[in-house]
């Protein structure tokens, strides 16, 4: 079992930046694929960055060059560094994580970007 907690999330004028973090605690050493998917009001949750197991770390087009995705080992902690935001990232943002080839979520942070 894999527990995450986001953090992190608020409201932003467009511009503006926000680091989200998702903590990790469990049976950590299972973890493989490390990612940020984000829902919008009336739309599908949609991957916007990813830390495959092995491989080249992904972004969605919608954020490439704005959002960075990094994890801390020692801190057992998942990052979301997003600059330049924009109203179009408005959406409650969720941190997953592939233990053992099933998907884990955390709760959810909100994301508001006001124009």
């Known amino acids: 079992q894999v527990q995450l907690a986001e953090s992190g999330g608020g409201l932003v004028q467009a511009g503006g930046s926000l680091r989200l973090s998702c903590a990790a605690s469990?049976?950590?050493?299972?973890?493989?694929?490390v990612g940020w998917y984000r829902q919008a009001p009336g739309k599908q949750r949609e991957l916007v960055a990813q830390?495959?197991?092995?491989?080249?770390?992904y972004y969605a087009d919608s954020v490439k060059g704005r959002f960075t995705i990094s994890r801390d080992y020692a801190k057992n902690t998942i990052y979301l560094q997003m600059n330049s935001l924009k109203p179009e990232d408005t959406a409650v943002y969720y941190c997953?994580?592939?233990?053992?080839?099933?998907?884990?979520w955390g709760q959810g942070t909100q994301v508001t970007v006001s124009s």
């Open positions: 997953n994580a592939e233990v053992v080839r099933l998907p884990y």
């Open positions: 469990g049976s950590i050493f299972l973890i493989g694929a």
């Open positions: 830390i495959p197991r092995s491989g080249s770390t």
